[in-house]
């Protein structure tokens, strides 16, 4: 018979680099996880993303025992590590901060498919195109 779920939390965390301290320790002690396991899982888990904010999603069970599943980094985070910016614009429709390519869009959205509402890679570029857009980051060919 399948455990019955208590809770599901969603969190976002630096990859390889979560600790127990705010925001994660609140979150899940609230809810008698035992963050010391879930940190060193997660850590153990996206190391490779090292210091990335990666989503996670966190199922706790009514026996205290839970499971998580992280998930693509935010479509955001992925452009602003492309443009290599701080952050996007304020006025994104007059004031340009950054430019990516078009491969390096395509790549974007190969990373984000499994996680985006889109039928093919072609959806998930315009997908990513538009937050681009809005952050005032601009793709060009090349």
Do not use: C, W
């Not at 025992?65 to 452009?79: D, G, I, Q, Y």
């Amino acid at each position: 018979m399948a455990k019955e779920v208590a809770v599901k939390i969603k969190l976002q965390a630096p990859g390889g680099q979560a600790t127990p301290a705010p925001p994660i320790g609140p979150a899940l002690g609230q809810h008698g996880i035992n963050i010391g396991q879930f940190v060193s899982q997660f850590n153990e888990r996206t190391k490779e993303l090292n210091g990335t904010i990666v989503p996670v999603v966190i199922t706790l069970f009514k026996d205290k025992s839970f499971t998580f599943e992280v998930k693509s980094p935010p479509a955001a985070v992925l452009l602003k590590q492309a443009a290599d910016l701080a952050k996007g614009s304020g006025v994104p429709n007059k004031e340009k901060v950054g430019q990516i390519t078009s491969e390096q869009l395509r790549k974007i959205a190969e990373t984000k498919f499994k996680d985006l509402n889109a039928y093919d890679l072609e959806g998930a570029e315009k997908i990513i195109a538009g937050t681009a857009q809005s952050m005032g980051i601009e793709i060009i060919d090349g």
